[in-house]
């Protein structure tokens, strides 16, 4: 048996009837074009359309699209939202006022309060249901248990996102089909909705073994994993099955503007943070001027989706200039290990590259062989260890940690 035997078919591939236990993750904003969607599906993957932001009639259109060009299964990605008129319109002065002069520098008319902050999310299920994809995942929360009835009696099968065991379990309850781990190294929005940002950003090494201890329900993992090495790592924390964000976006297919792609490669010279101030949630993206200058803002701005709204005009106009500074350049703190190349390539790849590395440690075999001589005389003292993290578990748990 190969490596290779130990990935292809297995774990959530089964489940969702892939090739590869592989999702190209979902990516609102454009970037998941049908054609990087089909490409992921056709390289056996699953590829995720990120519909979030799409009118329902904007979703019909782009599964047409998809649709034309594959027939494999395929994601429909929303965040559970409130309805538009639900949201807290005050400090909306203020915020158009912090963004004033950005707007004025790319030619922008005086802003005017957006007619509503976001599409209607029940219109977008809608058309979900309507369109009856292999798969439906969700960012931000959990819909109500009707809805997702509703998609079951559509033949689809539903990922939660979780950030943490709350969150995972809240997901197992309502009957996911698989959770999506994703780590705080995950480029774009944090998806927690229970409990606090800072401590739902647990890194995906962590992440990944609490929730596959936590729930009965496979795991796939996210955040940080931008090769095979990082697949092979996530598959040996318990997971089964990967969802790479950062590391497609980086696709000839995939619609971020090409001075976003090139950016990935200067990650190491900017860094990522968690910023508000593109959406009033926190999201993870390379650090750019919009960023910089608004740092002082990061606590007032207001909340997801008013602040996104806010600043929509401006970001469309700073994508439509190439304007890099303007733009939010979400990305994952794996960035710097993006390859440009197609994503059927990159499919292979991650593929080749989990073999290389499952490969490689059964190689190492003289130093797993030390290891677990070292491990085996440390034996009582790790039993011992392993009961003081289980009586100092519940406050653990209950308090979190954070920097
Ligand atoms: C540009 C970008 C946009 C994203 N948009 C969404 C989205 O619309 N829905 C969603 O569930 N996750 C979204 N994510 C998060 C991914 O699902 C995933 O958690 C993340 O990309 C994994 O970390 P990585 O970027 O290090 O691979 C986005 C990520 C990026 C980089």
Known sequence: MTATDLLKGR?????????????????????????????SCEAGALGSLGAAVLAPDRIRGEVAAIRALTRRPFAINLFVLDEPDRFARDGEAEAMARIASWRARLGLAEQQPPARVCESFAAQLDAVIEAAPAVVSFHFGIPPAERLAALRRAG?????????????????????????????????????????????AV?????????????????IAAGGIMDGRGV???????????????AFLACDESGAHPKWK??????????????????????????????????????????????????????A???????????????????????????????????????????GLAGS????????????????????????????????QGRGTRA
């Open 11 to 39: 774990g959530v591939a089964a489940l969702l009837g892939l090739d590869w236990p592989i999702v190209q993750a979902p990516m609102a904003g454009g970037i998941t074009t049908p054609a990087l969607v089909a490409a």
């Open 365 to 396: 075999a003289d130093v797993a062989g030390a290891a677990g001589a070292a491990g085996a005389a440390g034996t009582a003292g790790a039993a011992e260890a392993a009961g003081a993290a289980v009586s100092a578990g519940a406050p653990r």
């Open 232 to 246: 092979a790592a996530a598959f040996a924390l318990g997971a089964q099955g990967v969802q790479l964000g950062t």
């Open 317 to 359: 106009a700073a994508t439509k200039a190439g304007e890099i500074e303007a733009m939010s350049l979400w990305a994952g703190q794996g960035a710097a290990l993006a390859r440009p190349m197609p994503a059927a390539a990159l499919v292979a790849r991650l593929a080749a590259e989990f073999d290389a590395a499952v490969g």
């Open 203 to 219: 890194g995906t090494m962590a992440l990944v073994p609490r929730l596959v201890d936590a729930v009965d329900v496979p795991v």
């Open 262 to 315: 090139a950016a990935l490669a200067e990650a190491d010279a900017r860094g990522t943070r968690l910023t508000r101030v593109f959406s009033g949630r926190p999201a993870r993206g390379l650090v750019n001027g919009f960023m910089e200058a608004l740092r002082a803002d990061e606590a007032t701005v207001p909340v997801y989706p008013v602040q996104n709204a806010l600043t929509a005009e401006l970001r």
């Open 156 to 200: 689809c099968r539903i990922l939660g996102g979780a950030t943490n065991v709350a969150e995972a379990r809240a997901w197992a309850e309502a009957g996911a089909d698989a959770i999506v781990a994703q780590g705080g190294e995950a480029g774009g929005h944090r998806g927690t909705f229970v409990g606090g940002f800072e401590e739902g």
